[in-house]
């Protein structure tokens, strides 16, 4: 199979699972990190750094990135292909009386539907394990980010050795999927996260690869006890 057939088979069985879970997507995060999810992405955008500009925050889905951003920036676009898990981002900007900070659009990380340099910084958050070309999802948003400006990707990382990892690797394949399934009546969904956290990449992988796409000063802060990294690199 062609690479692009294999990245829009992946897509179209991302999507699908994206949008039965939607109407979970929110309290089933909170509940299985401990409410800490949303301190996670408050992180990831102090690194960010993006003060007065315009924001991308790539594969938004239900859009508590973008949320976030919203407060320290003029103009944020939260881009996802799941209409269902943007159709719950816009209701909640909607509520928190955001709707003129933040343009939701449907499309496709792997291909920006934006000129270059048109973003003073871009954010991903828990995207990285589910798009299906890590690679060109990173290099699309370099292409749109201004010259100087970061890409900050947040995501939980492959569990460490040790006590922490033992307990960890626990919770993610034992815990994990029971509770999924009974938050969300969704089982396999939940024992998709478990299973791309497992084979996902390093830190160092990752770092790597961020290099490799073009990216300089590429850095990492640990989070969680080493289960959550924010990686960040320059333009
Ligand atoms: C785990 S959710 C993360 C949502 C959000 N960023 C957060 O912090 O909770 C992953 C999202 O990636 C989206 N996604 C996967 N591949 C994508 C692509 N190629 N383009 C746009 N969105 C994509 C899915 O639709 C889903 O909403």
């Known amino acids: 199979m062609d690479t692009q057939l294999g990245n829009r088979f992946k897509e179209r069985a991302i999507r699908e699972m994206f949008a039965r879970i ?7 995060n909170r509940l299985m990190s401990w409410g800490q999810d ?42 996802d292909l799941c209409q269902e898990m943007l159709s719950r981002g816009q209701t909640k900007t909607e509520k928190k009386g955001l709707r003129s900070s933040v343009d939701f659009i449907m499309g496709d990380a792997l291909a920006l539907p934006f000129g270059d340099n ?3 910084c871009a954010l991903n958050g828990f995207a990285l394990r589910n798009v299906a070309d890590i ?18 990707c947040l995501e939980l990382v492959r569990p460490a ?6 307990f960890y690797r626990f919770y993610l394949n034992r815990m994990v999927p029971v509770l999924g399934r009974w938050l969300s009546g969704d089982g396999k969904a939940y024992q998709y996260l478990p299973d791309s ?9 990752l770092q790597k690869m961020m290099k490799d796409v073009g990216f300089h000063q590429v850095g990492y802060r640990s989070l969680n006890l080493g289960t959550i990294a924010v990686h960040v690199g320059v333009k």
């Open 197 to 205: 956290v497992g084979c996902f990449l390093s830190v160092a992988d």
């Open 118 to 120: 048109s973003f003073d």
């Open 161 to 166: 050795s040790g006590l922490v990892g033992t």
């Open 22 to 28: 939607a109407p979970c997507y929110d309290l089933v």
């Open 135 to 152: 690679s060109l999802f990173l290099a699309e948003q370099r292409r749109v980010v201004k010259p100087g400006g970061r890409v900050v």
């Open 38 to 79: 949303n301190r996670w992405r408050r992180v990831a955008v102090s690194l960010a750094c993006p003060g007065r500009g315009r924001v991308l925050d790539a594969a938004t889905g239900t859009g508590d990135m973008a949320l976030e951003l919203a407060r320290h920036t003029d103009s944020v676009v939260g881009l």
